[in-house]
C-alpha cells in the first residue's frame, strides 16, 4: 500500500523553478520564431493576382503552393494559440501534470512539446 502511494506523490511532484524556467524560454522562443513564419506565409498566401505573366501551367502551380501555405499558416496560428496558453498557465499547480490521468508529463516530451496537456500514454 505504502509502495502505491508513493508511486502517486511521485508522479505529481512539480517541477522545479528552473525546468519552469527553461520551459517558458522554449515558449518564447518558439513564438519569436513562429512570429516570422507567419509573415513570411501571410506574403506567400497573398492574391495571385490575374494579370501576372507567369503562364497557365505556372499559374496553376502558384495556386497550389498558395493553398499549401494557407494550410501552413492556419496550423502555425493555431500552435501560437496554444503556445501563448501553455505560457498563461505555466504558474499553475497543475502545470506539467497530465490532464487526462494527473501524471507527471516527462520533462523531456514538454521541452520538446510545451503546450502538450497530456502523457504519451494517453495522447495514444
Known amino acids: 500500500m505504502n509502495a502505491i502511494l508513493l ?18 524560454q522554449i515558449i518564447r522562443q518558439n513564438l519569436e ?9 501571410e506574403e506567400l498566401t497573398k492574391p495571385i493576382p490575374l494579370d501576372a ?17 494557407e494550410a501552413a499558416l492556419r496550423d502555425k496560428k493555431k500552435l ?3 503556445l501563448e496558453r501553455t505560457l498563461d498557465q505555466i504558474n499553475d ?3 506539467g501534470l497530465c490532464r487526462k490521468c494527473g501524471k507527471k508529463i ?12 497530456r502523457c504519451v500514454n494517453c495522447v495514444g
Do not use: C, W
Not at 7 to 24: A, F, G, R
Not at 33 to 41: G, P, Q, V
Open 80 to 82: 501560437v494559440k496554444r
Open 53 to 69: 505573366s507567369i503562364g497557365r501551367i505556372s499559374r496553376m502551380d502558384a495556386i497550389n503552393n498558395k493553398t499549401i501555405n
Open 93 to 95: 499547480k497543475d502545470f
Open 106 to 117: 516527462p520533462y523531456g516530451r514538454l521541452e520538446y512539446m510545451p503546450h502538450t496537456t
Open 33 to 41: 520564431y513562429l512570429a516570422a513564419e507567419i509573415i513570411e506565409l
Open 7 to 24: 508511486l502517486i506523490v511521485v508522479h505529481k511532484v512539480k517541477m522545479t523553478d528552473q525546468q519552469l524556467e527553461s520551459i517558458e
